[in-house]
């Protein structure tokens, strides 16, 4: 990771938060989540967010992802600011821009790859094809297959297929190789590599895997729900270089 300079105007930034604050309170119980964030993602970067478990990435992510809302504090996308939409504009957004990939894959196992990505553009504004988006994750003839007949690395690139299809601004993703071997891994970071290089898609990874962050233009290190540092990597590496 090289230097710490910065210079994006605001109109070139994917997002724009300013003091986050999130807690949650179960009976007498406060978990401060978010404590005082603030961040900024230029467009179409790629993003690794890095720290211990319990540090708020997670957190952070479904705010950014208009899944939940923080405590206090503003976030932008793009033009917008999301911390002041009603639930329905909330939805549309999420709707209209963000792509998620988790863990566990969450496709639907009666019906086949391609069935699964056309649950997605059958509801968008102006979709890709879901043979294009298939094709996009190199699965495009193992489209008719269902999730049980897939491994899990196949199963993870159809739901990043199902994530693209849409052509999201964003795409958020939240140990998306955590299930993976390091060789299947890579493969599935190479997918989101290709979105991220046709589409201009602003790309968002969680991860516990330190090698990620070598793909990444920026990472940023959490610690107790805040900030502890960035870095700005000038040079990111093909997942094909990374190991774990
Ligand atoms: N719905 C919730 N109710 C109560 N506490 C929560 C809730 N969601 C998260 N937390 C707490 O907020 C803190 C931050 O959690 P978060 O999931 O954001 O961390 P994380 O960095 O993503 O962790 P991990 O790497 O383990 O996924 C943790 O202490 C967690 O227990």
Redesign the pocket.
Known sequence: MAGTTDKHAAADLAFRGSDLH?T?Q?GETV?H??RGIDFAVPRSEMLVLL????????????IIGGLDRPTSGKLYYRDTEITALNDRDLTRYRRAEVGFIFQFYNLIPSLTAEENVRLVTDIADSPMAPSEALALVGLEERRNHYPAQLSGGEQQRVAVARAIAKRPGVLLC??PTGALDSSTGVRVLETLERAHAELGTTVVI?T?NVGIAAMAHRVIH?RD?QIGRVEINEKPIEPARISW
């Open positions: 999130k949650y179960t978990v989540a978010l720290g211990p478990s319990g540090s708020g990435k997670s957190t952070l992510l479904n939240d140990e969680i516990h959490f729900g």
